[in-house]
């Protein structure tokens, strides 16, 4: 055999232990060696919006449980943070809100649009924190925090 067939017989073999090595995790938990993401959930309609992002994010947790998730929400976005709120099925939204604070993820209100829709903090879910502004609060868990963003 020639030096150049042994050359690339060599990296054949070598390529196929790598790809070999990819297509298995040797019996791991697949969610063992997941990295903490952080992301920033962007949230200002509740009836196009808030039914999806509950979902996207728990399968987020579903794949990556150590995974940092913030919901920033403002103007219509708000909504489904109120207490008693429901989607247009009738589901009650604070039971999957509190499921995901208690896996760690962050509910931030706009206090413009409070201010802006004369709304009052008791009527949002024990769940919800406040922020000045939720725009700024996204740029700021973006540039500052290194966090990714996602809007549903």
Known sequence: MTRLKKAVLGSVVAGAIVLSGCATNGGMDP??????DKVVYHVNDTDDQAVGALRNIGNHLEVNPKARIVVVTHARGVDFLFDGAKDKGGNPYNVKVEELKAQGVQFDVCQITLRNRKLDKSKFL??????PSGVAEITRLQQREGYAYLRP
């Open 126 to 131: 024990p769940e919800a924190t406040f922020v």
């Open 31 to 36: 969610k063992a060696n997941v990295a903490g």
